[in-house]
């Protein structure tokens, strides 16, 4: 079974650029969710998808982050415009609603110059 | 607000030693607490997970004890090898909102 599929790996832009990630989740998982990561830090919930419903975008800066994940499938993480501290690693994860567990995907590096 | 603390923030021993990693929790709604763990360049991944209505959980070499009363939780690697060496995280969830410790950077030497 394929696990959770993220791109770019690697993504260098400059401050006030926009750029975009992409998620592919686990066949069959309905909920799904954008973390950001900082250096030395743990997963920050972002936004968490159930189906196509985004049920909670708490902790999503509006003004310059939108996601939209069409369908109920792969999801679209959106920064614009980019600022240097938005450098950091962006970690797509889901799951089947019938656990709690969450399969990670390898992330998306960023870096805002 | 960090609602899960997780010490030590780095840990290093020896191969064969036990590392024990310690979290502490503050909802008490929270049930489920899994611990992750990620090595550089990969996303976390799911290494054992327990629920309140246990307090220990092992598998391998691996085991969590949990303290409901206290709202503690602690990882174990039994006989640990230079292989487990990565960042591991604590996390707490209720109802698909989980919240992540800041992590522990564990060096095993060979």
């Known amino acids: 079974e394929a696990g959770v599929v993220q791109s770019p790996r690697y993504k260098i832009i400059e401050k006030k650029q926009p750029v975009a990630f992409w998620c592919n989740p686990i066949?069959?998982?309905?909920?799904l969710y954008w973390y950001l990561q900082n250096l030395g830090q743990g997963p920050e919930l972002l936004i968490r998808?159930?189906?196509?419903?985004?049920?909670?975008d708490s902790q999503l800066p509006k003004d310059r982050f939108s996601a939209e994940r069409l369908k109920g499938v792969d999801s679209t993480l959106k920064i614009q415009p980019a600022e240097l501290g938005d450098s950091a690693v962006y970690l797509c994860a889901s799951s089947s609603g019938l656990t709690d567990t969450q399969y990670f995907g390898p992330g998306t590096r960023l870096t805002v110059l | 607000q960090q609602q899960v603390k997780q010490s030590p923030q780095s840990l290093i021993v020896q191969k064969g030693g036990i590392p024990i990693i310690n979290c502490a929790y503050e909802?008490?709604?929270?049930?489920?607490f899994p611990w992750y763990q990620q090595f550089p360049g990969k996303g976390p991944a799911l290494l054992i997970a327990i629920r309140p209505d246990v307090s220990e959980k092992k598998e391998g070499r691996f085991t969590i004890s949990f303290n409901k009363s206290a709202k503690q939780f602690s990882l174990h690697i039994m006989d640990s090898q230079p292989g487990d060496s990565a960042t591991y995280f604590c996390?707490?969830?209720?109802?698909?909102?989980?919240?992540f410790g800041a992590g522990t950077r564990l060096t095993v030497k060979p």
């Open positions: 998808y159930e189906n196509e419903e985004a049920v909670d």
């Open positions: 996390a707490a969830s209720n109802n698909n909102d989980m919240r």
């Open positions: 066949s069959g998982h309905n909920t």
């Open positions: 909802n008490t709604a929270f049930d489920y």
